[in-house]
């Protein structure tokens, strides 16, 4: 019996539809502005400096399969400014570090909200389970709240808030935790081979892999992940969301016709 779906965010519910420096320029800007307010004046090859630094530190730790809290993101930057970190200078910082996705939202991916709305409809548990890289999870529930979301979702774990990414098994473990769910009747749907297909498998949990957005991770996060030959076969495959309920509905055993093949 399948009675608990998870969900991927980035390339599975939204996208953006362009993949370059805007958020990054964006990002730096404000928090050049918001630290001229506090009496700082900051060059912008200070600030590439500082980005490059927090980059370099935020990728080791990620390459671990672990993650950090904002707050850590926001003292990186300051010391890769060469600035005293302080907690009000962090406050000053925190909105125009964090809160630069706001400025460029994502869009939903097509059929996302009827495919939410359609599962919790039917009694299944609905949980999110998202790396978060730059933008915390409170500001992603800012994105989701706004399509009106966040109420399809029982729980949501974002990994700056348990500090462990996908493909850890533990954010799985965490998210399995937070939702009272066990893995053999959990299925997670996420676009990346290994961070949402094994990583799900290696916690006992079926997947289902989003193919539409697949090519995506490459251009922008795959230097942050290594598979080190860990890979495995996803449970069913599908190039389009409205697909997702007919799959869960094959690897329940119910086979409904035009079920996406396994």
């Not at 009675?3 to 805007?22: A, I, Q």
């Not at 600030?47 to 003292?75: C, F, I, P, Q």
């Not at 289902?208 to 076969?233: H, P, V, W």
């Amino acid at each position: 019996m399948i009675d608990t779906v998870t969900f991927d965010v980035w390339n599975t519910l939204v996208v953006h539809e362009f993949y370059d420096d805007r958020l990054k320029l964006h990002r730096i800007s404000s928090i050049m502005e918001a630290l001229r307010a506090e009496g700082y004046v900051i060059t912008g090859e200070q600030m590439d400096a500082a980005y490059d630094y927090t980059e370099a530190s935020l990728a080791a730790v990620w390459k671990s399969e672990r993650d950090v809290g904002n707050d850590t993101h926001l003292a990186l930057f300051l010391e890769g400014l060469g600035l005293d970190v302080s907690d009000a200078l962090i406050d000053a910082i925190r909105e125009p570090y964090s809160h630069a996705l706001l400025h460029f939202r994502p869009k939903l991916v097509d059929g996302a909200a009827e495919l939410l709305v359609g599962l919790k409809r039917q009694g299944y548990r609905i949980g999110l389970i998202s790396n978060t890289g730059r933008t915390p999870g409170r500001t992603m529930r800012k994105v989701l709240d706004g399509y009106g979301l966040t109420k399809c979702f029982d729980a949501m774990t974002f990994s700056d808030e348990v500090c462990y990414i996908k493909p850890n098994p533990r954010i799985f473990a965490l998210a399995l935790d937070s939702l009272r769910a066990k893995p053999e009747s959990t299925v997670h749907v996420g676009d990346n081979p290994l961070l949402d297909v094994y990583g799900a498998r290696a916690c006992g949990i079926g997947a289902i892999l989003f193919t539409k957005y697949m090519d995506r991770f490459e251009q922008y996060a795959s230097k942050y992940y290594s598979a080190n030959g860990r890979q495995c076969e996803p449970d069913c495959r599908v190039d389009a969301l409205p697909l997702v309920e007919k799959a869960l509905a094959r690897l329940a055993g119910r086979h409904l016709p035009g079920s996406p093949e396994k």
